[in-house]
């Protein structure tokens, strides 16, 4: 049997369609993928700025030992640093939560917005 000028046709119709269908989804593959990164990128800065935060407060209650004159006065020194520490974990954990809520806000904005050749 040969191929009708029709066949041939629906042949090169539904190729176009799949080629089409490709080209969409890489598209939007490559959208998700850059969405991410700058998430990402985003929380990396943050963090590097709450690591020299961090580092910033250690110096400083090393400062502060230093021109202690007494015990008393050296554990209120370190019961401040401490105290500041542990709300930046606080915080931390709020920075983390809201990372990750976002992330995965932009993977399903991505996808609820419809996948290209698929059945949404």
Known sequence: MRDTPADKAASAAGAEQ???VGREQTAATL???KDVLEAYEEASR???????????????????????RS?????GAYQESVAQRMQMAADDGK????????IIGK????????WPGGST
């Open 31 to 33: 959208k998700i993928q």
């Open 107 to 114: 993977i399903t904005r991505s996808f609820s917005q419809g």
């Open 18 to 20: 799949l080629l089409r």
């Open 71 to 75: 015990i008393p006065e050296a554990l």
């Open 46 to 68: 943050a963090w590097l700025a709450r690591v020299q935060a961090e580092v910033a407060l250690w110096s400083e209650l090393a400062g502060k030992l230093a021109a202690t």
């Open 95 to 102: 920075r983390v939560s809201a990372e990750c809520q976002e």
